[in-house]
């Protein structure tokens, strides 16, 4: 494997079955959400040895529960309780819908329970916490590794997609450095090709026709 270093990775866009396998080859761990993925690479490369890297969670290692065995008073870490077809029948009866898809709330508070080994908190805590979530009008979203990285995807994805994109030699640097300009700023975390004039002279040794 060609070497990786800190500042390649940092420039570069990878998709997460990229990062497993960098994480594999590195002897790090393999399991997790895309932002956890890059802190452990991030880390690595920063001269953190592999051993000293864990992962920021611990996994399901009890046997799935079935719907009838799912209550508001089942722990969500330890008690094999997951995010499954049972845990779903289970919340669309609660909620008395017919179909039931988990919400970003309520995958960040079971991600969190799972770093902080929190035995305590419950299905029922689950539900209460991700109401008061939504009901904050979303505000605390930004500021999530999880987020960051979806909205970066989608810039990506955005700029790739436009047929300016086609302009540049270095599509990924050019993202990247328009990313550093949009993430810092007050602004609105999508791409449009307005990005390109407004920083031009940051982009223009990438671009094809100076070449």
């Not at 845990?87 to 799972?114: D, G, L, P």
């Not at 599509?171 to 990247?176: D, G, L, Q, R, Y």
Request: proline share 3%; with cysteine; hydrophobic share 35%.
């Amino acid at each position: 494997m060609t070497k990786l270093t800190h500042k390649k990775f940092k420039e570069t866009y990878f998709y997460k079955a990229e990062l497993v396998r960098i994480c594999r080859n590195y002897g790090l761990p393999t399991q997790g959400t895309k932002a956890e993925l890059n802190h452990y690479i991030d880390c690595f490369l920063s001269g953190i040895p592999a051993n000293q890297i864990k992962p920021a969670r611990t996994y399901q290692k009890a046997p799935s529960l079935k719907m009838s065995e799912i209550s508001l008073d089942t722990p969500l870490v330890g008690s094999g309780f997951s995010f499954n077809n049972e845990a779903r029948q289970f919340f669309a009866t609660y909620f008395n819908v017919k179909k039931f898809s988990f919400t970003k709330e309520m995958a960040v508070i079971k991600r969190k329970a799972e770093a902080d080994h929190n035995l305590s908190i419950t299905v029922g805590d689950l539900i209460n916490r991700a109401k008061e979530m939504t009901d904050s009008k979303q505000t605390w979203l930004k500021d999530l590794p999880e987020e960051q990285t979806y909205q970066w995807n989608n810039f990506v994805k955005d700029f790739c997609n436009s047929s300016k994109s086609h302009e540049f030699n270095k599509k990924m640097k050019v993202a990247a450095i328009l990313w550093h300009h949009v993430k810092h700023s007050t602004g609105s975390k999508q791409y449009h090709d307005r990005l390109l004039d407004q920083f031009s002279e940051d982009i223009k040794p990438y671009h094809i026709k100076n070449h």
